[in-house]
């Protein structure tokens, strides 16, 4: 049965920057077919109001869902666990002695926790890095979001063969779940894969014709160790190593200088924005203003809630916006209109899924949340764009679809029992921490 948003103020974040006051989304199944104003499809016969589902949308504004393009989403078990240290310290002191006590089926529940966390501030696609993906993947399916899941990689070591069997399986997670469910190739990082290690990981994005998705330049300490130890910086060592022959999504880029840029424009590689993990690892701040000055493309995630420790992208959009302006000094840098843009169809690229969602569109996927803007922080109006990202909320979002289905309506989820979560998540920290 079609659905038909009415009423609805619409933000498509498409190419010609369409808007809509008052105007209508009509979706069929898993796909948008019409956005626009309601009698133009009424007058050309495309739609019997009596024959369709009518969502009211009147408040309430309507944007493609979010993206977050880097997270590691079953690290929702350490939130508020190690805080006030350094990169390297806070992994392998805290966060990797942990991740040790974590079975492959505490990964379910916690991801589920923070599918329920995204979903309730907008985000309806997330990218993810990490281990148990059989797990995250199920988690995925039941919740209803969509996901492009990555095996964090490490090696070579002994545990380097049983994570090629996880790849294996993940792949075929990309027949299932009515197709929400897709992958990249994760080596974590230059600092924990050797180069032969890396050439793997390249050959194995060239098997599974997919992208890459790593953890780059995100820390001083990091580049001036490539650089003593191979001669490079990180994102030149990758290019020498052949992995810009693939699409590559680079989380941080905190660390990157004007060479580094420009070979990462040339090849196209994306750069994840990551504000407030890197602001609370004391990483630093990416130069986000000079990479879209170069045509990079810079989408936006939240890293893990160990280090966040939240997921919403809405938060992120506001960091980015202001971050951009107080480092380079200039009150033009970063718009709000671009930073949505980073949550959107940017990071939409970033994923690999830009022909898909991203934008609200006929034959894009029917991702679609509905933000109430009918609070006394939307007020006196202005432009949507500029009073969500400067002060909005994630609780402004009232209702989220992904994929045609209704996962959020009214504030309430319908896809996760969260009493059942937090029950779970509870006796999963009482045996990890204590």
């Not at 977050?68 to 805290?94: K, V």
């Not at 974590?102 to 991801?111: C, F, G, H, Q, V």
Request: hydrophobic content about 40%; glycine content about 6%.
């Amino acid at each position: 049965m079609k659905t038909l948003i009415k009423n609805i103020d619409i933000i498509a974040m498409d190419a010609q920057n369409h808007r809509y006051e008052g105007g209508v989304i009509l979706y069929d199944d898993d796909t948008i077919e019409y956005v626009g104003v309601l009698s133009e499809i009424i007058d050309s016969g495309k739609v019997d109001l009596k024959q369709v589902k009518v969502i009211d949308g009147k408040g309430m504004l309507a944007l493609p869902g979010f993206i977050n393009a880097h997270t590691h989403i079953a690290m929702t078990a350490f939130r508020g666990y190690a805080d006030n240290m350094p990169l390297w310290e806070w992994l392998s002191e805290r966060i990797w002695p942990m991740e040790d006590r974590l079975k492959p089926e505490d990964a379910y529940w916690l991801s589920l926790l923070g599918a329920a966390e995204m979903i309730s501030a907008g985000v309806t696609t997330f990218s993810d890095m990490y281990m148990f993906t059989n797990n995250i993947a199920q988690a995925v399916s039941d919740s209803g979001m969509r996901a492009v899941l990555s095996r964090g990689m490490i090696g070579p070591n002994e545990q380097m063969w049983q994570r090629f069997r996880d790849i294996e399986e993940l792949a075929e997670w990309q027949n299932r779940a009515e197709g929400r469910i897709s992958m990249m190739i994760g080596p974590h990082s230059v600092y924990t894969c050797s180069p032969e290690f890396l050439k793997t990981c390249r050959q194995l994005a060239e098997k599974y014709e997919t992208g890459i998705h790593i953890h780059l330049s995100e820390t001083a300490r990091e580049t001036a160790d490539c650089v003593r130890e191979y001669g490079y910086t990180p994102v030149k060592h990758l290019y020498e190593l052949g992995f810009f022959d693939f699409p590559v999504t680079a989380a941080h880029c905190v660390h990157v200088t004007c060479d580094d840029m420009d070979l990462m424009a040339k090849h196209n590689v994306t750069a994840v924005h990551c504000p407030s993990s890197n602001m609370k690892l004391a990483s630093g701040f990416a130069p986000v203003d000079e990479m879209l000055e170069r045509g990079i493309t810079v989408s936006l995630g939240t890293d893990g809630a160990a280090s966040n420790n939240n997921l919403s992208i809405l938060k992120e959009m506001s960091l980015a916006a202001l971050i951009a302006k107080g480092y380079t000094g200039n009150p033009k840098a970063l718009p709000a209109q671009t930073a949505v843009k980073m949550a959107t169809n940017m990071s939409a690229k970033a994923v690999m899924l830009e022909d898909k969602i991203g934008s609200l569109e006929a034959g894009k996927k029917a991702d679609i949340q509905l933000i109430d803007i009918s609070c006394p922080h939307y007020y006196p109006k202005a432009d949507p764009l500029v009073h969500l990202v400067y002060s909005g909320y994630s609780g402004d979002v009232n209702t989220v679809i992904i994929n045609g289905r209704v996962v959020m309506q009214d504030r309430m989820l319908t896809t996760i029992d969260l009493n059942q979560v937090y029950r779970e998540v509870d006796r999963i920290i009482k045996r990890i921490r204590y």
